[in-house]
């Protein structure tokens, strides 16, 4: 049986674990509060740029542009490259063992093809690293100041690569902010810009663009920057998802510190009055 002194240190240092749980979830929450602001601002431009051009694309030729380029895939030799977003640090719950566990099971789903990585992120950089994955990309600490030329720089990269030849298509993973309790690992499809499907009843599409100037034009200055824009969405999802992930995570420690101080002050109480 421990002694009242053993008892006293232990609720001690939970009482100490507790102050930092709480201070935690309370940093977290001021941080998601910006980091919301900027994904439910950001979001509706990238959802309309998204929805526009899928359907312009659908409407022209995939030789108008690069980034159309619809590969058959997955072929013979043929390699696709994933972006995975996963956070600088722990302490968020499942957060970045979600995204990881999304990411490898993409990997083994694509059993006729390589998958080269490109991470964001300590947590995820560290995992495939040890692992021996082909990696062409990786940037940690990039949340801490989040600007659009970040996500402009990944975007450029796998742009490059597949422009180059060097994959076939690209792809994002990463978790949605739904809500402070809910986050929703999402894996899309970057590269080549996805096109809206019709109606297999209609012949063709039933409206069509006049564009001014061409549309080789139009695709040149739009899509590059969709990319970036697409690109930058998925981190401002990732950032917000982190803080709700860390917030819960941290509220959840606090009450189960709490439970554990209650509990060892009874037990305590009890070990006291035999001794007496």
């Known amino acids: 049986m421990p002694s009242l002194l053993d008892i006293r240190r232990r609720i001690r240092a939970v009482k100490s674990t507790q102050q930092i749980t709480k201070a935690m979830k309370m940093v977290a929450a001021s941080k998601l509060r910006r980091a919301q602001d900027r994904i439910q601002h950001g979001r509706p431009f990238a959802a309309q740029m998204l929805r526009v051009l899928n359907r312009l694309s659908s409407r022209v030729d995939a030789a108008a542009h690069p980034l159309l380029d619809e590969r058959k895939a997955p072929r013979a030799g043929g390699k696709a490259l994933l972006l995975v977003i996963t ?117 063709a599409p039933p409206v069509d663009y006049l564009y001014e100037p061409s549309p080789e034009e139009l695709f040149r200055s739009l899509l590059p920057r969709h990319v970036e824009v697409q690109v930058f969405r998925a981190l401002l999802e990732s950032n917000a998802a982190c803080f709700a992930a860390q917030m819960t995570a941290m509220d959840a420690a606090t009450r189960n510190s709490g439970e554990m101080i209650e509990s060892l002050t009874l037990y305590m109480n009890k070990v006291r009055q035999a001794a007496i």
């Open 87 to 203: 956070a600088d640090r722990g302490l968020c719950g499942s957060f970045n063992a979600n995204v990881i566990k999304a990411a490898a099971t993409f990997i083994t789903e694509q059993p006729s093809r390589q998958v080269a990585l490109g991470l964001v992120g300590r947590r995820g950089r560290d995992y495939f690293a040890k692992r021996g994955f082909e990696i062409r990309y990786e940037r940690i600490n990039l949340f801490a100041k989040l600007h659009f030329d970040d996500g402009a720089d990944i975007a450029r990269t796998a742009m490059e690569a597949f422009t180059g030849g060097e994959v076939d298509s690209v792809h994002l993973v990463y978790n949605e902010f739904r809500s402070v309790l809910h986050q929703r690992v999402v894996t899309e499809q970057l590269l080549p810009i996805p096109r809206t499907a019709f109606d297999s009843a209609e012949a």
